[in-house]
């Protein structure tokens, strides 16, 4: 980071691509958001030390949700998408590909509300899809939803650990 006039610009160029990311997927309804739109999506900063951070952080504007990986050029890949990544190894070559997501998602999601209620007081309503993918994150079953924090910090501390 060079400072914040620079920071700034670069901001700018993020929300536009971001919204014109926003307005394509609009119009294709269940479209997935593939790696190629990585770039488009996620704001990374490099540092080497807390007052990097610190100055980083200092420079946003308006509200941000924060997520703490290892490494910025990661791609953001949901626990389900890698349970369903299947990879193999044939006589001349080696092999990636995935299995439905959709298939495999209400498969769990159909188990898990089979036995929520033997461990769970309180569930949500049957229809309350985002409530039961949060409970099911909760507790270890592959879901499509993302750890995202408001807290800068918070997303640090899983960044190091």
Known sequence: MTGMLTYDCEE?????????????????????????????????????????????HQALTGRWAFRGQLSSKWNLHSSLDRAVEVTGKGPTSSFTTHTDRAVTEDRLLFRFKQ???????????????????????????????????????????FAFE
């Open 12 to 56: 700018a160029e993020w929300r536009m691509r971001l919204r014109e990311l926003l307005e394509d997927w609009a119009r294709r309804p269940g479209a997935y958001l593939a790696e190629d739109h990585f770039e488009q999506f996620v704001l990374g900063a490099d540092g080497s030390c807390w007052g990097d951070f610190v100055e980083w």
């Open 115 to 157: 036995q929520a209620h033997r461990y769970l007081q309180y569930l949500p309503d049957d229809e309350d899809l985002i409530s039961w993918l949060a409970l099911m994150q909760h507790h270890g079953v592959p879901t499509r939803l993302l750890d995202w924090t408001r807290s800068p910090y918070v997303a640090a501390y």
